[in-house]
């Protein structure tokens, strides 16, 4: 289905060749999609079908493979490889990479502007929310804060707030903006925003976890890296078990919360799990 | 007046420190404010006062230095000097940088969706033209045509091409977004269009005249380095009196075209030749 909506995008678009490719590169580089899913499983929670969101996910989608074009690049992370496949600096070139990022940036706003499905006061609140969960106040902030932890003892509240930001933003995003869509009510809204929150968190601490424990080949990236970089990591600061039991703890968190919002929320407690459990 | 609003959209923001800094360093660089001065022109000839516009306008140049910051990049152009200062990846560094244009880029569409003087059509309407003008359809597009040409013999076609999309796509917004929120017809707006390309082009005819010709302090920067790196360039494909030449007849063609929008159009007339005998 993503890979479909993916490409309508592109078909009959006037981009620079090389451009397009790249685009395309990253954005079909084999990803779990689980933004897209969980937007999806968010407005499921209120309605039938997906057309009315698809563009959404797209556009999550695509400034989620722009932030991880830019941090991949030399300047950033300085990562070869990402899920088994070269880079996009490594496999166009570092000039390239930069501009796909800030195409796919740019064009997911687009997107979603000239959206057929969505009234103007739709378009208008999801471009506030994904505009504000992807900026200086969201997933741009937390990528300076990690930056800035880089060879630091920081506290587990910093890891936190960290990780809020670079990951639990746009994660957020995908399950406010599905709700909203699928006219979920204030109070609903609310005990999805916390149930976000958790799942956020808990993805990365799985992350952290997989670091250590993972199957380089179902990761498509070698293990241990976080400790070569000296990163702070759930695990270093809590220990390995103690990361897992705070995984656990943040899952039931989050199926409390998503009980609250009385919604058909069976996919997206699936999704707990799954993102808890997840090997790559 | 741009002073005071681009910082009102900093003032109160929990943005990281180094990040605002950063985004504030460049954007507050002594830059012409050329954009924002012709969408304010672009508007004043259809109503009178700015309020309206003044959101879109710092969403415009936020735009205009983000693009800046990345093209200073190593990757990119490998510039140590803008405006007289360090560029941003000197003054920071490269990874600051990086994240600095991108927070520039996603906050100027934040801006804008989050305008309390426009209505939500309004909003979307100028989202779509700021998001297709900047991005893979515009400005990026004609980044990436500009690299490929280097070191190329390109025709006199090509290179308008070029500055269509590098230079011009954001002029055209300016203008067509000035004339959109001041209510012009479809009649009127369509003379405008024609007004902002030749403008456009006439901009980066003189921005090639003065690489050969400025005073390096009035500009800021050394000349003659569009030479150094073989660019192709209007006096290089056309010779210095040709370009003139060439510069002259796209401001004839400006007036005339704006002439025919019959509105208020005094300082937008005045602008051509300012863009046309600026000597920075």
Do not use: C, W
């Amino acid at each position: 289905m993503m890979e479909k909506e993916l490409n309508k995008h592109f078909k009959h678009e006037h981009f620079p060749k090389v451009l397009k490719d790249a685009m395309l590169y990253s954005l079909e580089a084999g990803g779990k999609r689980l933004r897209p899913v969980l937007l999806a499983a968010s407005y499921g929670a209120f309605q039938t079908g997906t057309d009315k969101i698809l563009t959404s996910a797209v556009a999550l989608e695509m400034i989620h493979t722009y932030s991880l074009i830019h941090d991949d690049l030399p300047a950033m992370d300085n990562d070869d490889y990402r899920r088994g496949k070269l880079t996009n600096h490594k496999a166009f070139n570092e000039a390239i990479a930069i501009l796909a990022g800030d195409a796919l940036l740019t064009y997911s706003f687009e997107i979603i502007a000239n959206d057929p499905l969505l009234s103007s006061d739709e378009k208008v609140t999801i471009l506030q929310m994904l505009s504000r969960a992807s900026g200086p106040h969201g997933m741009v902030a937390g990528q300076i804060y990690d930056m800035e932890a880089e060879d630091k003892a920081i506290s587990l509240e910093q890891l936190e707030n960290i990780h809020a930001l670079k990951t639990g933003e746009l994660v957020g995003f995908a399950v406010k903006a599905g709700a909203f869509l699928g006219n979920a009510s204030e109070e609903q809204l609310k005990h999805l925003e916390k149930f976000a929150y958790y799942l956020g968190i808990l993805f990365q601490v799985q992350d952290d976890i997989l670091d250590i424990e993972g199957d380089e080949e179902k990761l498509g990236k070698s293990v241990g890296s976080d400790i070569d970089q000296n990163k702070s990591t759930y695990p270093k600061l809590l220990g390995l078990n103690g990361a897992k039991k705070l995984k656990l703890e943040y899952a039931n968190k989050a199926k409390e919360s998503l009980k609250m919002a009385q919604a058909n929320t069976d996919i997206l407690m699936n999704l707990i799990d799954h993102f808890s459990q997840r090997d790559h």
